[in-house]
């Protein structure tokens, strides 16, 4: 390279870094590009966690990355220009600051900090969240059409209370700050939904293979959302032992999830009588088992009891006890070979409680070593709550579109968080294997609680599948709610209520 290009470059990354757009900005470019992570720090030279770690503005561009970083944000700029603010944004001169002011402020502890609600200087919607000069801002994209039309008054806010108010605790703020996220992330698989619809000028299919389609890049869009106000630091791409490592595209993991393929022994579709059973669905299974104890950074090994601590999780190889019921589900699910085997935290947390006196069915199993981490069961649950009352909302609505969208969001981010060419914005095969157990063992408590109630179980299949005898409305809710079970109508040879005989042993 000459001297005057050596220069010219050089001057080049100097404009550049004098232009370099805050945080959020750059997080929206990319967002607007419809980029991951993993493209674009393939195209800069650097990790992915280093791109994240940029967009949320805990560090810096630095070289020798920084001129590409640079150069694409301002090609992106330039396609995707700051959007003009909202007509009921209240005065010009916040509208001229938040051009050169994207960025939420943030505490010491990596929270957006919040003060007295006002409306966003980007949206206009009354948001208690600030910019970093104090200005009302949401955080990360959050925002949302205001429903104010230009026309319509601001209204008059009244006049302050002579008493001061009470000062919220720090669970009060969390609380409702996690409200307002939950009520604004919502609102963006409703944006979705209608963009798509717009697109497809009204042709449902069309919409929903549209939705289907962008459903991995929505919802991790949507987990960095509920995670703005989270107080849990995770680790997306841990150092994995080998035994979450698939040995080949055609090898099966080496991971037990405890599927469950159960039928009762003393009854038989062969057998002649008159017995009705009644096939049920228990609805959204795997979004229910977001709630579930994951661990957030790199699992660690231990041998013998040293791994087993309510607040860690991870996966543990053990010995289970014999399963002596067998009118019940095995809850170690049905397997060819006895033996040691590798089960998730979710599947030992069950083997533990029923060997405990609660339910005394089984001796507890012998666990001979493990890689676990510190663990919350709270890590997914704004991102939960979010997808349920989405649910809820299209349900009430009989919104088809917005449900199948919902359901496609949540199995992908599933299925994908492992080793998976379709997201490269986190690796972690181990919470994709705990979610899995999660779903087979929240189906076994229902199982055990329609056996309490005098219900026979004549078989269990999958993570929704349970079928019954007796009057089960008097043991579950019927509905499409999260926590309510439907007759399964989707296999024509079993469908809904069919009977069974009792088999002469």
């Known amino acids: 390279m000459s001297e005057e290009a050596s220069v010219e470059a050089l001057l080049e990354e100097a404009r550049l870094t004098a232009w370099m757009p805050p945080a959020a900005e750059r997080l929206r470019l990319r967002q607007a590009a419809n980029l ?3 493209q674009v720090a393939a ?4 990790g992915r966690t280093t791109v994240a770690n940029w967009e949320a503005g805990s560090s810096e561009p630095t070289p020798p990355g920084r001129l590409k970083y640079l150069r694409l944000l301002k090609g992106l700029a330039e396609i995707y220009p700051t959007p003009a603010p909202s007509a009921s944004t209240p005065a010009p001169a916040l509208v001229e600051e938040f051009t050169f002011s994207l960025e939420t402020l943030r505490g010491p502890d990596g929270l957006a900090v ?12 009354i948001t208690t969240h600030q910019s970093i000069e104090g200005h009302p801002l949401h955080v990360g994209a959050m925002c949302r059409p205001a429903t104010t039309t230009p026309s319509t008054p601001a209204p008059t806010p009244s006049p302050a209370s002579p008493t001061p108010a009470p000062v919220p605790t720090r669970p009060q703020r969390r609380a409702r700050s996690a409200a307002r996220a939950q009520d604004e992330t919502t609102g963006l698989i409703g944006r979705a939904v209608h963009e798509e619809l717009a697109n497809a000028a009204g042709d449902v299919d069309i919409a929903l293979n549209a939705l289907v389609k962008r459903a991995i ?18 680790t997306a791409y841990p150092a994995l032992p080998d035994i979450l490592k698939k040995p080949s595209k055609k090898e099966p993991d080496q991971i037990w999830e405890a599927r469950p393929n159960f039928r009762h022994p003393d009854y038989s579709l ?12 228990v609805n959204a299974a795997y979004l229910s088992a977001l709630k579930c104890w994951l661990p957030i950074g790199k699992l660690e090994h231990s041998t013998g009891t040293d791994g087993i601590d309510p607040k860690r999780s991870g996966v543990h190889l053990i010995t289970p006890a014999p399963w002596l019921h067998p009118h019940l589900p095995d809850p170690i699910g049905d397997r060819d070979e006895p033996g040691a085997l590798w089960v998730t935290n979710a599947t030992l947390r069950l083997l533990q409680r029923l060997s405990g006196p609660k339910y005394g069915l089984a001796e507890a199993p012998v666990v001979h070593e493990s890689w676990t981490s510190g663990a919350t069961e709270n890590f997914l649950d704004a991102l939960r709550k979010t997808l349920t009352a989405a649910r809820e909302t299209a349900l009430a609505e009989d919104d088809t579109v917005t449900l199948e969208y919902i359901k496609a969001m949540y199995s992908k981010f599933i299925s994908t968080m492992g080793e998976s060419i379709h997201n490269r914005e986190m690796v972690r095969p181990d919470w994709m294997h705990i979610i899995h157990s999660q779903a087979y063992a929240n189906l076994w408590g229902k199982a055990y609680k329609a056996h309490q109630a005098g219900l026979d179980i004549i078989s269990m299949m999958g993570t ?12 579950f809710t019927e509905g499409r709610g999260v926590s309510e079970m439907k007759i399964k109508h989707s296999d024509a040879k079993t469908s809904g209520e069919y009977t069974v005989g009792k088999t002469t042993r």
Not at 116 to 124: F, H, Q, S, T
Request: glycine share 10%; aromatic share 6%; net charge neutral.
């Open 114 to 125: 919040e003060g007295a609600p006002g409306p966003c200087i980007r949206c206009g919607v």
């Open 464 to 475: 929704d599948e349970l079928h019954v005898t007796g009057n089960w409305r008097q043991v």
């Open 43 to 46: 195209a800069v030279g650097v």
């Open 270 to 281: 062969r057998a002649p009588g008159d017995i009705k059973v009644t096939a049920l669905d």
């Open 217 to 234: 890049n929505d919802v991790m869009r949507l987990f960095d959302e509920t995670r703005a106000t989270a107080r849990y630091q995770f």
């Open 36 to 38: 991951s992570r993993a």
